[in-house]
């Protein structure tokens, strides 16, 4: 059974989600802010979280981005707001899906089976549950915190890890410096440009044997860094 966890402030929105989900032999936890949905994500197995944007104490997009920071569950956002913006700043973040309040149950049930199936089925569930993240002959194991190129061992420090972890978490995305500054020192970015390039500097000579052609992490000049898929 799919363990599917439903973040919302409106409790009968969460409530009538779980309705239309249990008939389909999901099995439902609940949240009603992205708090408590980061709680239940340390103790229970998610597969899938269903999650509004709008909400008290953390909101959606920010809860996506500190689930990102550790998992690659699929997310779908919802929100009563419809702007194309609002989707592509969602997407963009992290998440798999958009829904528009009020959505169609039938609808809802089809993106969640679409969802499911591509985690659970295609593999990427597997290496969830093993907490290693991998590339190629680049390996992150996300409980330890080991870093193996080729099966080596890498000695990393703690903020080259965090980057290298966000990368490899969304490989084939581009991260300007500052998300990557935001993200991992959790601070607002100013003039961080030379930290971030120091830091990935400092992950290539690590990670790659010819630092000046690069197997693993790329930049794309005048957008950022992103870890190439293999």
């Known amino acids: 059974m799919s363990n599917v966890l439903v973040v919302d402030d409106d409790r009968e929105i969460v409530d009538a989600i779980e309705i239309y989900l249990k008939n389909e032999g999901v099995n439902i936890f609940k ?9 239940i994500l340390l103790s229970k197995d998610i597969h899938l979280i269903i999650m509004d944007i709008m909400m008290p104490k953390l909101d959606g997009l920010k809860a996506t981005i ?9 997310i779908i956002l919802i929100s009563a707001r419809s702007e194309d913006s609002d989707k592509v700043i969602g997407l963009n ?16 049930i089809a993106r969640v089976k679409s969802q499911l199936r591509r985690y659970i089925t295609l593999g990427n569930y597997n290496n969830e549950t093993e907490d290693i993240l991998k590339c190629g002959g680049l390996e992150l194991n996300l409980q330890t915190k080991v870093v193996l190129v080729d099966g080596e061992d890498v000695k990393m420090t703690a903020k080259e890890i965090k980057i290298l972890q966000l990368l490899l978490s969304n490989q084939g995305r581009v991260f300007p410096t500052d998300e990557i500054y935001e993200r991992v020192w959790d601070d607002p970015c100013f003039n961080a440009d030379n930290v971030i390039a120091v830091h990935i500097r400092r992950i290539r000579e690590k990670i790659e044997i010819n630092t000046k052609d690069p197997k693993y992490l790329k930049v794309v000049w005048g957008l950022g860094y992103k870890i190439e898929k293999q």
């Open 93 to 108: 973040l992290g998440a798999d899906d958009y829904i528009t309040k009020p959505f169609n149950p039938l609808e809802l």
């Open 31 to 39: 949240a009603y802010d992205g708090l408590e949905a980061l709680d």
């Open 66 to 74: 500190k689930i990102r920071e550790e998992k690659n569950i699929p």
